[in-house]
T-cell receptor
């Protein structure tokens, strides 16, 4: 079974601060996705990273895939209250499991004005 | 496209009753997934359909759970009989079966079994 551990589980910061959340596994994934979920809604895809060492930027969000494709990080610069939400990482299997996304339990981020 | 549509948004039922959750995927997507989300266990995959055919139902908790996809635009998840431990948010998601394609989730059904 492929497991994804996310840390921290909860994070509360002030507007304007920077933060990093982590997603770690002992398994190798063919790709890794990050989602953000707001209360009462389903997760929404932010980014997909595929290549080991890959870095992608989405405005103030920077995503990195580890060289061994086992871990990832999400860095937010100058956080804003609109960034509040549950951030989920999800790893996609390979071969016969290439349809399957395994989700971490998420990091609940609160950005206070 | 209106996205993935789930109904109802909220369901409160008594233990032992039958519950049916509904999902309309995005037109053209060939894969459909049912997930359950709880605080303790996070998002768990219950069942996966490809081209309306169930491919992986290993996540279905027990025989009380069943899912169908009679056509490309509709799927149901049924719990009979329901139990309090089934209380959770149930999500339907659809996608293309391609390596790096993401899932589009519905807004979920919050099920409470009392």
């Amino acid at each position: 079974t492929q497991l994804l551990e996310q840390s921290p589980q909860f994070l509360s910061i002030q507007e304007g601060e920077n933060l990093t959340v982590y997603c770690n596994s002992s398994s190798v994934f063919s790709s890794l996705q990050w989602y953000r979920q707001e209360p009462g809604e389903g997760p929404v895809l932010l980014v997909t990273v595929v290549t080991g060492g890959e870095v992608k930027k989405l405005k103030r969000l920077t995503f990195q895939f580890g060289d061994a494709r086992k871990d990832s990080s999400l860095h937010i610069t100058a956080a804003q209250p609109g960034d509040t939400g549950l951030y989920l990482c999800a790893g996609k299997g390979s071969g016969g499991s290439n349809y399957k996304l395994t989700f971490g339990k998420g990091t609940l981020l609160t950005v206070n004005p | 496209d209106a996205g993935v549509i789930q109904s109802p948004r909220h369901e409160v039922t008594e233990m032992g009753q039958e519950v049916t959750l509904r999902c309309k995927p995005i037109s053209g997507h060939n894969s459909l997934f049912w997930y359950r989300q709880t605080m303790m266990r996070g998002l768990e995959l219950l069942i996966y359909f490809n081209n309306n055919v169930p491919i992986d139902d290993s996540g279905m908790p027990e025989d009380r759970f069943s899912a169908k996809m009679p056509n490309a635009s509709f799927s149901t998840l049924k719990i009979q009989p329901s139990e309090p431990r089934d209380s959770a948010v149930y999500f339907c998601a659809s996608s293309f079966l391609r390596m790096n394609y993401g899932y589009t989730f519905g807004s979920g059904t919050r099920l409470t079994v009392v």
